[in-house]
């Protein structure tokens, strides 16, 4: 299989040729998933002694197992964090794997992890974080979440009196769940401020009053959010920031969704105050046009993630020597071996440079203003709230939690619409309520109208 013959020069034809066809295709069928039986059923044994063929394996792929999957940048793909990577992000995808760079170390993938610096270096300039704040790409906004809290949780731990103190973290119900399931892998506790509104440094404030001396011993994080999954929301960073100072706490921003919009000038002073955060999340892989997988997470003190996260072992002592000296992103996050993943945006923002990404981001939140105003005129319809960045929240009428599912999964099989309910806490009770999150410019106001019009 390392032999260059006539099968791999066929194969890499048809792959080629898929490639061009999927990714010229602005309306690729909506797929709907099957059972494991039926998929079974339809492909056979694919994984044999002898192999099956990449002629076969391909068509299988390409009759079967795709039209099972979700395309996430069809134009009416609208519920979760859907995406829209750039078509030159994809086939640049195609030549990071091509080019099999490891990404952990300076000594082995210097040319590739410049490319990512410099995509990073843009990221970093839209916190307005000081300089050498600095930052690394990781798998999503999970891993960089873990990455950022391991750092927060170890330096508080340097402190003598907190060695062997289990830690706690304060954040909202409106903090994404990776955050929770986080703090579990690290073993600290979490503090929920019970709003998913705009978390203001005020509630902070009351939050950490309302603890008890033993936990507040124990407190060495807080967790905004930078555009909440369910409703775009951006807490009052700046508010937040100062409670942070006061109380001597770490501050994380999770703006793995909402911070594409930092791109945006339409609603970059939402994000006021994300400038004195210690650390923060953005997604690459959701509103800033890269394929899956890209996170990232960036310091205002990258030296502290350094200390938390460099990896020590005698195989690796020959990455330190003066000739290999340079950035090893492998310091700074939880992953080892890495893929270069920032490449394909760095080439995407070299093709196309950052105006058109400023674009493209005003689009989704131009899209959101679209859909609320359509909303409003409709007389079945009401917004729950005005849209937050690109998300927004409404009611049919009359519905019942039932109806929202049964509308959803009848738009899906149809292969027309994918939009999915989701809850607003309303007071004590949770209402079931349908969502918009626009990413792809490629969605219509004509695709808006179809979908409401459909309820
Ligand atoms: C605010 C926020 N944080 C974190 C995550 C988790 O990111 P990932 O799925 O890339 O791990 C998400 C995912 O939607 C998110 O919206």
Known sequence: MHNIDIDVVEMTLDIAKYVINRITNTSPELGKPM??????ALV???VTEEGIGGEKALQLFKDVLVKATVPIDHPRHLAFVPASPSRAAVMFDLVTSASSIHGAYWMEGAGGIFCENEAMKWLVSLTGLPEGSFGVFTSGGTAANLSAMVTAREHWRR??????????????IGAHSSIKAMAQVIDVDVHLVDSEDRLLGGDLSNAIND????????????V?????????????????????????????????????ALAADSVRHLFNGIEEADSITIDPHKWLFSPYDCGA??????????????????????????????????????????????????????MHGTAKYK??????IALAKSAARMIEEDPNLELVREPGLSCVLYRRKGWTPDDYKEWTFKNHKDGFALVTPTKWKNGDTYETVSRFCFINPDTTEDDIKAILDSM
């Not at 059972?35 to 079974?40: A, N, Q, S």
């Not at 008890?212 to 807080?222: C, G, I, M, N």
């Not at 005698?314 to 071996?337: C, H, M, V, W």
């Open 159 to 172: 402190q003598a009196t907190n060695q062997g103190k289990k830690g706690l973290i304060i954040t909202s």
């Open 224 to 260: 905004a959010t930078g555009g909440t999954t369910n409703a775009g929301i951006v807490d009052e960073l700046d508010g937040v920031a100062k409670v942070c100072k006061k109380e001597n706490l770490w501050f994380h921003v999770d703006a793995a969704y909402g911070g594409g």
């Open 297 to 350: 997470v960036i310091y205002k003190e990258p030296e502290l993630a350094k200390k938390a996260h460099s990896q020590e072992g005698s195989y690796l002592d020959i990455f330190k020597d003066e000739g290999a000296r340079g950035f090893n992103p492998a310091d700074y996050q939880i992953q080892l071996t890495r893929r270069v993943r920032g490449l394909p945006l760095w080439f995407s923002l070299a």
């Open 44 to 46: 056979g044994e694919t």
């Open 35 to 40: 059972r494991e039986e039926d998929l079974k």
């Open 359 to 364: 674009w493209a981001v005003e689009c989704g």
């Open 211 to 222: 603890l008890s001396p033993e936990q507040r011993q124990r407190l060495f994080a807080v």
